[in-house]
């Protein structure tokens, strides 16, 4: 196997564990829904947290895109 | 990345090019520090303008100065408790230099200087230092029991402690890299749908219903690209603080 395609395969891989970080947004805002569920009112306390799990899970999914553009553009 | 001869330039955008004519050559300031310049002018302006009236009943100005004073005087006061004050001024510089800098960067044309890895991690070893030296000030050598967590059995320590050590020194990498990234992949993504519409717009008629798909596509990514910049700004600055509650308390 030529080094360029070896690349675009380990890229490619690289990115597998972005399903990760897809089953942790998930859970995150399926957690905030059944919490909202059953009590409405505490909507203003838990909204703030669901979004810094959410930006944090993200940053997760980035550190493997990340890698992925070093391993093509590097 | 070559698709039939065309290449998408997916990181041309971030090339550092000096401005200003020779004066900005010979110092080597580049369009990344004009950046820097402009959102630190921006943050001081909001704060000179906005302060200025004095008024009981606050104009549209002021008002948006006293907003952002009070939301960062809650974040500090609610994670860090009472000695948080202290450390306003430097979350408040924090988020909103970052804050500014990425919204700055939708802008079309401009350039976003939170997608240099040079900038975020700069910016995050000073909160890393700054922790660090609060903590070893404020407990002295009883800040090193800060790595061995309390309640487990002992046989497990020389396991936990090393773990502890390198969860604390990731920080530093996970900081920086979190907003580097964000920053970086979403406008890898604005420019390779923008590369998608200029090729299927030149591949003929036939595709110009999926060019228009990527249009629409490109513009809904500009509007996460906007939650995103607030989002990763208010990550960066409460993780400071979380960091700097950890540096108070230790634990």
């Known amino acids: 196997m030529d080094l360029a395609s070896a690349k675009e395969i380990g890229a490619g891989l690289a990115v597998i564990g972005l399903a990760g970080a897809g089953v942790g947004i998930g859970n995150i805002f399926a957690a905030l829904v059944s919490g909202l569920a059953r009590n409405p009112s505490a909507r203003e306390n838990v909204f703030g ?10 940053a997760v ?11 093509l553009f590097v | 990345m070559a698709a039939e001869g065309h290449a998408i330039d997916a990181l041309g955008q971030f090339q550092l090019h000096t401005v200003g004519s020779f004066i900005g050559a010979s110092v080597n300031f ?3 520090n004009l950046m820097m310049v402009l959102s630190a002018g921006v943050v001081l302006a909001l704060l000179h303008y906005g ?13 948006l100065a006293e907003l952002s004073y009070n ?3 809650d974040m500090c006061t609610d994670q860090v408790g009472e000695e948080g004050k202290r450390f306003f001024p430097l979350v408040f510089a924090l988020f909103f230099f970052i804050l500014v800098g990425n919204l700055i960067g939708v802008w079309p044309y401009a350039f976003t200087f939170t997608s240099h890895i040079a900038t975020t991690f700069a910016l995050a070893l000073l909160v890393m230092v700054l922790t660090t030296v609060v903590a070893l000030r404020l407990h002295g050598w009883k800040f090193f029991s800060y790595f061995v967590p309390s ?12 773990i502890e050590i390198l969860s604390y020194l990731s920080r530093l990498v996970s900081l920086s890299v979190r907003l580097f990234a964000n920053m970086m992949a979403g406008h890898v993504m604005l420019e390779v749908f923008g590369a998608f519409i200029v090729m299927l717009g030149a591949a003929g008629a036939l595709f110009w219903g999926p060019a228009a798909l990527c249009l629409a596509t490109d513009v809904a990514l500009i509007g996460f690209e906007f939650l995103v910049a607030v989002l990763q700004a208010y990550v960066f600055a409460v993780l400071t603080c979380i960091y700097l509650h950890d540096a108070v308390h230790l634990h």
């Open chain 2, 30 to 32: 580049t369009q990344a």
């Open chain 1, 49 to 58: 947290l669901a979004i810094l799990g959410f930006a944090l899970t993200e």
């Open chain 2, 51 to 63: 302060a200025r009236p004095r008024a009981v009943i606050p104009g549209r100005l002021q008002a």
């Open chain 1, 61 to 71: 999914a980035l550190y493997g895109l990340v890698i992925a553009f070093i391993i």
């Open chain 2, 71 to 73: 939301f960062i005087h």
């Open chain 2, 151 to 162: 309640g487990v059995p002992k046989l497990l320590l020389p396991l936990l402690v090393p």
